[in-house]
């Protein structure tokens, strides 16, 4: 089994930062990607960023703000939020696509969403 640990969500004002974690712990070869999603409130939930090795992608709405940074010895990812905006506001949720140990496939894991709350 494997699970994602997010942790870092918070009430913040607008304009203000806020640094989600996300652990993965379990029967882990390896990492081959990770990422963050979001989900707004009534809306759809969104990719927000992936990394890939040192490769990383943004949604638009987010480039220039977030960034998105892993570490696979720790099998944590990271995502720096600066210049936070109320539409910012969402439950954020990271997934890693993972080799598994004892079967070397590789299956997608999430974690259970820590809130975001960017007030105007």
């Known amino acids: 089994q494997v699970h994602l640990v997010e942790s870092g969500g918070d009430l913040v004002q607008a304009g203000g930062s806020l640094r989600l974690s996300c652990a993965a712990s379990g029967s882990i070869f390896s990492i081959e990607l990770m990422s963050w999603y979001r989900q707004p409130p009534g809306k759809q939930r969104e990719l927000v960023a992936t990394?890939?090795?040192?490769?990383?992608n943004y949604v638009d709405s987010v480039k220039g703000r977030f960034t998105i940074s892993g570490d696979n010895a720790e099998r944590t990812v990271f995502l720096q939020m600066n210049s936070l905006k109320p539409e910012d506001t969402a439950v954020y949720y990271c997934?890693?696509?993972?080799?598994?140990?004892?079967?070397?496939?590789?299956?997608?894991?999430w974690g259970q969403g820590t809130q975001v709350v960017v007030a105007s």
């Open positions: 990394i890939t090795g040192d490769i990383t």
């Open positions: 997934k890693m696509g993972v080799i598994v140990t004892s079967t070397l496939e590789r299956r997608d894991y």
